[in-house]
């Protein structure tokens, strides 16, 4: 079936929603009116983890127009919506594939990623970063469909050409697969119009008033989350294990507030003790932590890893947006209160994982135990097992030696300004007062991932000042994070005798 102007109704209103916006607005009217009031909102600034998305998505848009080497790209730069669509207009007229093709009808401006000629009309290709195809590529596909139907242009097909996870580097699979979506675009295509006509709307009007819901972390977290959401310590967003999913479950049923949960609805030992910390502002320590801290003696070492994580793979075996360890921070006890520190951070764009696993390997050779925080650091040390097989015997031994503090701490001691979270950033300051990250540039690990594939694979682009400088904020935040497992352990060890 083709689709045409004839199939997209009947009503006209002058350009101005973006695609984008179109995708904004059909998770949330208000986010689309601030995206259009407030384009300077700090919240829309991009950060850099998220501009590293952004960059990241144009180069999986390039690698894909690079299977079609014969294609024209509608150049954006310096060019009108005007000048784009005449462009287009013009590039319809051979056969062969067009990149970034800009058209507008009914209110919408769309530029399709790809469009390829199969002789009986056009296939509409929508190019996405993610390992997978997801419901929402559908809905951004469909609108794509409609405006470009609505054009004149006959659409044979919809796909969305996504990263495949069966993919490892370098080249086992294709780095790119195509999912055929057209009947479930063609499905959405009656909801469409409607959807448009209100955002027009909106965007004409006041501030919309939306409640808060799933919405506002579906499909994605809604950069206004503080603006909307509550901030008091004692919402109910705020209690132990409960996300935007079960928040929002909670209001529907008036649950505000973690005062507000029902009696009969018994919370568990973690949301008691949090509760009991709140009621009585006041640190909780359950007896059962002296027991629970039995395990962490000997010769205690003290480890964490940073990764990179990158959309194209880089280093052999990768997959799309695989995790791979980068960088360590190792503190050591010598058993008299004194520590050494051990630290790697890779240089350059070569595959470092062996480096790594040599030199942690030789770090931690005399610890009995070797603390962690979370259980992150054992699953990098399995798949290094795999990525370093000349090394999986001393890998392995050494996975065998990890411990995880963050079960005893949320087993045996809450904070109220732990705020329902036992991130180490959230639980260090309120246990041990005298350390924070408040001092550091990094402050969380995305930002770090970030930064080391920046100095790793663009360095050359880099002011050796800069370079410097990012290594030295990144050595100091994965120090601060071994530093932290340190200090913790020696307030639970306090609060365990008291």
């Known amino acids: 079936m083709q689709l045409d102007a004839a199939h997209c109704g009947g009503f006209i209103r002058p350009v101005s929603l973006s695609k984008s916006l179109f995708v904004a607005g059909t998770q949330c009217h208000k986010l689309l009116w601030w995206k259009v009031h407030e384009p300077l909102a700090k919240e829309l600034q991009p950060d850099k983890v998220l501009q590293d998305r952004f960059d990241q998505g144009a ?29 287009t207009e013009e590039a319809l007229r051979g056969r062969h594939p067009i990149f970034e093709a800009a058209f507008e009808a009914h209110g919408v401006y769309v530029k399709v990623d790809i469009l390829l000629n199969d002789g009986d009309g056009w296939r509409l290709i929508e190019v996405k970063s993610a390992s997978s195809q997801k419901a929402e590529h559908v809905l951004d596909a469909a609108v794509q469909l409609f405006v470009v139907a609505a054009s004149g242009v006959a659409v044979t097909a919809v796909e969305i050409m996504h990263l495949n996870k069966e993919f490892s580097h370098p080249d086992q699979g294709p780095l790119l697969v195509r999912a055929d979506v057209t009947d479930a675009a063609r499905a959405l295509l009656p909801r469409i119009p409607p959807m448009i006509a209100s955002q027009l709307t909106v965007m004409d009007g006041p501030l919309p008033t939306v409640a808060i819901g799933e919405h506002c972390a579906d499909p994605r977290d809604c950069p206004f989350m503080d603006r909307c959401w509550p901030q008091n310590s004692d919402h109910i967003s705020k209690l132990y294990n409960v996300g935007v999913k079960r928040a929002s479950a909670h209001m529907r049923a008036g649950v505000h507030t973690v005062w507000d949960l029902p009696p009969k609805k018994k919370p568990s030992f973690t949301e008691q003790r949090q509760l009991k910390a709140m009621k009585e502002g006041r640190l909780i320590v359950e007896p059962t932590l002296s027991k629970a801290l039995e395990e962490f003696g000997g010769r205690l070492g003290f480890l964490d890893f ?104 949320r087993d045996n001691v809450y904070h109220p300004d732990f705020q329902g979270s036992f991130s180490i950033k959230y639980v260090l300051s309120p246990m041990v007062p005298a350390l924070t990250y408040h001092d550091l540039v990094i402050v969380n690990g995305l930002v770090a991932s970030v930064e080391i594939a920046r100095l790793l694979f663009v360095a050359q682009r880099i002011a050796d000042e800069e370079r410097d400088r990012v290594r030295k904020d990144l050595l100091a935040y994965c120090e601060r994070d071994t530093w932290a497992m340190v200090k913790l352990l020696e307030r639970l060890r306090e609060l365990a005798v008291t």
């Open 59 to 87: 180069q999986v848009g390039g690698l894909a127009r690079d299977l079609f080497p014969s294609g024209e790209l509608i150049d954006a730069i310096g060019r009108s919506h005007e000048d784009r669509i005449r462009l």
């Open 306 to 409: 940073e990764t990179i994580s990158r959309a194209v793979p880089v280093w052999p075996g990768m997959a799309p947006w695989g995790p791979a360890p980068a960088q360590f921070s190792y503190h050591q006890a010598d058993g008299k209160g004194n520590y050494t520190h051990a630290k790697f951070l890779a240089e350059g764009p070569e595959d470092c994982r062996p480096e790594l696993a040599r030199q942690m390997l030789e770090a931690t050779a005399t610890s009995d135990r070797i603390v962690t925080y979370s259980a992150y650091e054992k699953t990098q040390i399995r798949a290094l097992q795999q990525s370093v097989p000349s090394l999986r015997a001393e890998l392995e031994g050494l996975e065998h030696k990890l411990i995880d503090l963050l079960p005893v701490v």
